[in-house]
């Protein structure tokens, strides 16, 4: 399945933070997390991923340091702050509204009973 | 194949202005298409086509580059730059203004001079990359005590035809406030090498010490060796030696603690605590003046004259020797209490911005050689307003950095102050290298009766 494009790019740093919420991560580790838990539907291209998770790590919603990998190779990992939990449980909400308000409106509108 | 990945990265950072980010966003990158790489090589993909499709897969290089270079431009902290140029005038303003009282004349030319020479020096380490502090910590800790000992030895002129070391009057106090930030880069080489770099980094502080203490004890030295201490315990409570912290805090201070003791039992330095601490008849003059201005200070505008002990009554700047030490303490006398709280709380706004830019610092380098500047400026402030305040001993009064004080030393502190942008410039793009992770054999160890001291050895993990 595709979805629309401009609806994914306000969503990723959503799902990005999620990602590190579970655990800390390096890049690669993100993009295949991210594919594999969404079955295939968001495939990261690293052009994308790193842009944006620098300009997270700028807002201070991530953090980075540098940690041996179960490769033994040095990798750059990446870590949700204090700040950064708190701008995705706002993001959560927002999408949960507005998912449920779409919801809605596909099923006919709302309903009153009375 | 290799050529491949290397022209991908370059297009990348070609796009990026800001050349300090290149390393990192290269690296990460790099990284990444050798993962990506493995894994189609994984699924049965020869090498060559597993790279082509790894790169493939990172997306357009002049995209990548072009979204980079918006997250990464140079941080220049205007702001701070605004503070310091804020605190010279008024320096100046009120060089001006206490010596038309006292000489009938405007300050030197010198002052003014050494303002624009420190702001070009503030610029030229603005743009040196601080990392070289770590990268080359020896070499400049070596060239920082050679200048010292040269310093030291062209200052002794003969008395009786025996050299007399008057080294710290004229240059040396002014060399020791640049120790915190070479001792930063002494302190990050030396990390992960257990309990010997914990006695080597203690070792370096005695040359600088030695050439800085003259009558037997010198303020400024005591005070840059107590930000050094100070470093040096947030670089163990950090594990950068990678050895147990209670017997390393131990091994710091008891003989901190003892040299301490030991200076304070100079002849001279018990003198003069005596008469600092119990002050007998209000024998010390300059601590009588300074309390009494303290309690004859208006609101607002000039305070009360000063009432000296023969009852008669004199202008602060009759009594007080004119120097630039003193300038928060004429402040008060001619501005008045608002001016003076005004002052300071700007002061202490610019130290605070300093400390939070500081905590910011992503990488323990940055970080670490920002406290250093920053205890550096805040230990000198602060003594420099208690001493003023009249009612605490005082060997020397130091200075309030950018404020009091003019020539070398103003020079030296935009020095500091250039460090200080440097970090904050450069400081999210640097990455801490990788130290080991095993821990530091203990100190001493008995073994068959022998006593084994361990001084770079580190746990073997893996038994």
Not at chain 2, 28 to 43: G, V, W
Not at chain 2, 202 to 227: H, K, Y
Not at chain 2, 261 to 272: I, K, Q, T, W
Request: positive net charge; contains cysteine; glycine residues 6%.
């Amino acid at each position: 399945m595709t979805m629309d494009k401009n609806l994914l790019t306000g969503s990723t740093s959503m799902l990005l933070l999620k990602l590190l919420e579970e655990k800390d991560m390096y890049g690669y580790m993100m993009i295949e997390e991210l594919s594999k838990k969404s079955d295939n539907t968001f495939v990261l291209k690293a052009g994308t991923l790193y842009p944006l998770l620098h300009t997270l790590e700028e807002k201070e919603f991530v953090t980075s340091y540098e940690k041996n990998s179960h490769t033994g190779r040095q990798r750059k990992y990446y870590a949700i702050t204090k700040k950064g939990k708190q701008h995705l449980n706002e993001k959560r909400e927002q999408w949960q509204q507005y998912t449920s308000a779409v919801n809605n409106v596909l099923k006919g509108g709302m309903t009153f009973a009375y | 194949m290799l050529t491949d990945i290397k022209k991908y990265l370059d297009t990348v950072c070609q796009q990026i202005r800001f050349q300090n980010a290149h390393k990192l966003v290269q690296k990460e990158l790099e990284d990444h298409i050798i993962d990506q790489t493995e894994a189609f090589a994984a699924e049965g993909i020869a090498q060559k086509e597993a790279v082509k499709k790894a790169i493939a897969q990172m997306g357009d290089p002049v995209l990548v580059g072009t979204q980079l270079d918006r997250v990464y431009r140079p941080k220049t902290q205007w702001h701070l730059i605004l503070f310091v140029l804020f605190f010279s005038i008024v320096g100046i303003v009120l060089q001006y203004f206490l010596q038309s009282i006292v000489y009938e004349q405007m300050p030197g030319v010198k002052t003014i001079l050494s303002i624009f020479i420190g702001m070009g020096v503030m610029i030229l380490f603005y743009h040196i990359d601080f990392t070289i502090l770590a990268d080359h910590a020896v070499k400049i800790y070596t060239v920082y005590v050679i200048a010292m000992g040269v310093v030291f030895f062209l200052s002794a002129f003969p008395v009786n035809g025996y050299p007399v070391y008057i080294n710290g009057v004229a240059h040396v106090p002014p060399l020791i406030y640049l120790f915190p930030v070479v001792f930063t880069g002494i302190l990050y080489h030396m990390r992960g090498k257990c309990y010997g770099g914990v006695l080597l980094c203690m070792a370096s502080m005695i040359p600088p010490i030695l050439f800085s203490s003259n009558i037997g004890i010198n303020t400024a030295c005591v005070w840059i060796i107590l930000v050094n201490i100070l470093l040096m315990t947030m670089a163990i409570f950090k594990n950068w030696f990678a050895v147990k912290k209670a017997s390393t805090l131990l091994m710091l201070y008891i003989p901190m603690l003892f040299l301490g003791g030991f200076a304070a039992m100079h002849p001279a330095v018990r003198r003069r605590l005596h008469v600092a601490i119990i002050d007998p008849n209000n024998l010390d003059y300059i601590r009588y003046i300074l309390q009494n201005n303290i309690k004859g200070a208006s609101l607002l505008g000039r305070g009360e004259a000063i009432m000296l002990p023969s009852g008669k009554k004199l202008d602060l700047l009759n009594v007080l020797p004119y120097s630039t030490e003193f300038f928060p303490a004429c402040i008060l006398h001619y501005g008045g209490w608002v001016l003076l709280i005004l002052f300071l709380a700007v002061y202490f706004l610019f130290l605070a911005r300093i400390f939070y830019l500081a905590k910011k610092q992503k990488s323990q380098l940055g970080f670490m050689t920002a406290m250093s500047v920053f205890l550096t400026f805040s230990i000198l402030s602060i003594w420099n307003i208690i001493s003023n305040s009249g009612f605490f001993f005082y060997f020397n009064f130091l200075e309030i950095p950018f404020f009091s004080h003019g020539g070398t030393l103003y020079i030296l502190f935009f020095m500091l102050f250039g460090t200080l942008l440097s970090v904050f410039r450069t400081g999210s793009c640097v990455q801490d290298n990788l130290i080991t992770q095993k821990t530091a054999l203990p100190f001493f160890q008995f073994e068959n009766g022998t006593i084994i001291i361990h001084l770079f050895s580190k746990k073997d993990n893996a038994k």
